[in-house]
């Protein structure tokens, strides 16, 4: 079936640096896409959201930029922070058929080093 | 605090017991939705309501697992039977109005079947 996923399961990035989170969908027809944030503990916190009219969204430090063609999606952060350690779960949409259905990646664990 | 409520944070039971679980979602959202998460992975829708009505239940485990929101505020989730396999963070998340799939997530109830 198709999914979302991503590359890489660990990121270890040093503070003040950009991470960058990538994500992989293979649902041509989704057309809304979100990346939560989940601390340990904690639900899925949301960052930003990005619909497929769109290419690049920016937020507080972070942007996501979605590529249709080849079906990508990424999330930047901006000097990345202590507090920004935390999983990262792309999700993906048809906001046609959506009620909150959002079928998600496995998730990203980024790792903050001093 | 008013985000979305979940409680108990912990449960542990013994296989073939029954649990349930409460949430309260944020005081003016008319969608809720339980989703489920295993270890490593993103979270798995399993259903929602809008207010009272239940219009989205096929992602049900099994039928061993219900949904109910009476009043069209705090909602229920029961697992009758419980199996090892059950075992696995269930979260909740409410949202605004049709359309929004901006979810708020609470910090979910840890099930642990022995």
């Known amino acids: 079936g198709e999914s979302v996923g991503l590359h890489l399961p660990t990121l270890s990035v040093q503070e003040g640096d950009n991470s960058i989170i990538n994500c992989a969908y293979s649902n041509s027809a989704s057309d809304y896409f979100i990346w939560y944030k989940q601390e340990s503990g904690k639900g899925p916190q949301f960052i930003i959201d990005i619909r497929s009219n769109m290419d690049k969204r920016q937020g507080q430090r972070v942007t996501v930029l979605l590529n249709k063609t080849v079906k990508h999606l990424s999330l930047q952060i901006a000097a990345t922070q202590p507090g920004d350690s935390a999983v990262y779960f792309c999700a993906e949409t048809l906001l046609a058929d959506s009620w909150g259905k959002l079928q998600f990646g496995a998730g990203t664990q980024v790792v903050v080093t001093p | 605090d008013t985000g979305v409520s979940q409680d108990p944070r912990h449960k542990i039971t013994k296989r073939g017991q029954n649990v349930t679980f409460r949430c309260d979602p944020i005081s003016e959202h008319n969608r809720l939705y339980w989703y489920r998460q295993t270890l490593g992975q993103g979270p798995e829708f399993l259903t929602y309501?809008?207010?009272?009505?239940?219009?989205?239940k096929s992602r049900l485990l099994s039928d061993r697992f219900s949904a109910e929101r009476p009043k069209g505020s705090f909602s229920t989730l029961e697992i009758q039977r419980t199996e090892q396999g059950d075992s696995a963070m269930y979260l909740c998340a409410s949202s605004f109005r049709a359309g929004s799939e901006k979810l708020f997530f609470g910090s979910g109830t840890q099930l642990s079947v022995l």
């Open positions: 309501f809008q207010n009272e009505a239940q219009l989205e």
